[in-house]
């Protein structure tokens, strides 16, 4: 079913202008998309054998399996749920899959609320860069019952070179959260060291190379620490601090579900705050290490001589 399937696509961003790009190529079956934003449709699209739709309700109508790319959990419960989105024009059977992070209950609730109308969700989260997304390399964490997984697997592969089965629907957001949660924890902890060692005398990028060398190596020493933040390279329309918060804010909630209280979490948020609140706002949120550098202290803390 899914190799001539019509794909629809919605939100077409940052990673889901390229994830659809991929499928527009590699897909055989049809494939209509949607954004917001017609020059996103241009830019990622144009030249593609993709369809341009006029609203959610022309992809809903169309589509086999409709993936989704948006900012968080109100839009894909709008989306999904809301006056004129996918619950009231997809017909029956059709299949939903979220490429979104969005917090764990929100993905089971809108699940259950499709299934009402005889449609199948799974939630898929990404992980990786903009430039993994662009050469089809991401990492797919994947929430779903087994036959429906083994359904969508063969379209998640278009983009992915690496998928994780996680489990039930939620599993996939469970594992993108705690993935995302250790990358935000691990560049304030580098900042923090970068800017010791230089004013211990250390060049920063004597640092990075000699720490890649030993057990303190690390995805994010390799990528956000050598591309962005030796260079100071922040720009805007990446990931945001306000896209951190937003992941963080669905990290505690589940850590209070789960009745655990997460300190390095919430310390790692106030980081966050308070980078958005002086001069990291919109930018890459490596920049933290400017609150750093500046000796700002995270929000509500105040650092003592």
Do not use: W
């Not at 903009?130 to 063969?154: D, H, N």
Request: charged letters at 20%; aromatic letters at 6%.
């Amino acid at each position: 079913m899914t190799e001539n399937a019509t794909i629809g696509f919605i939100g077409l961003g940052v990673m889901g202008g390229p994830m659809c790009r991929n499928m527009a190529l590699k897909h055989g079956g049809r494939l209509i998309a949607f954004d917001l934003n017609p020059a996103s449709f241009d830019e990622a699209l144009a030249d593609t054998k993709a369809e341009r739709a006029a609203s959610i309700t022309e992809v809903a109508r169309a589509a086999d399996i409709i993936f989704l790319s948006l900012p968080g959990g109100a839009q894909v419960k709008s989306v999904c749920l809301g006056a004129g989105g996918i619950s009231a024009s997809a017909r029956a059977g059709a299949i939903i899959v979220d490429l979104s992070t969005t917090a764990v209950e929100l993905a089971r609730e809108v699940a259950r609320d499709l299934a009402a109308h005889g449609m199948e969700f799974a939630d898929a989260p990404v992980a990786r860069t903009r430039e993994a997304a662009r050469k089809g390399q991401l990492s797919v964490m994947v929430g779903a019952p087994e036959p429906l997984y083994e359904r969508i697997r063969p379209l998640i592969d278009y983009i992915a070179t690496d998928v994780t089965h996680g489990g039930e629907i939620g599993c996939g957001q469970v594992l993108k959260l705690v993935n995302n949660m250790l990358v935000f924890e691990h560049v304030v902890a580098l900042a923090e060291m970068m800017v010791v060692a230089e004013r211990a005398g250390v060049k920063p990028e004597v640092m990075l190379a000699a720490v890649s060398k030993g057990s303190g190596d690390s995805f994010v020493l390799r990528n956000h620490g050598i591309n962005a933040m030796l260079p100071h390279s922040f720009p805007d329309k990446a990931f945001p601090p306000e896209y951190v918060l937003k992941d963080i804010s669905y990290v505690l909630e589940l850590a209070r579900g789960c009745e655990v209280t997460p300190h390095l979490a919430e310390m790692t948020r106030r980081y966050y705050q308070a980078s958005a609140e002086t001069g990291g706002s919109g930018r890459y949120f490596p920049a933290v290490i400017e609150l750093i550098e500046k000796g700002g202290a995270p929000a509500g803390e105040q650092v003592k001589a």
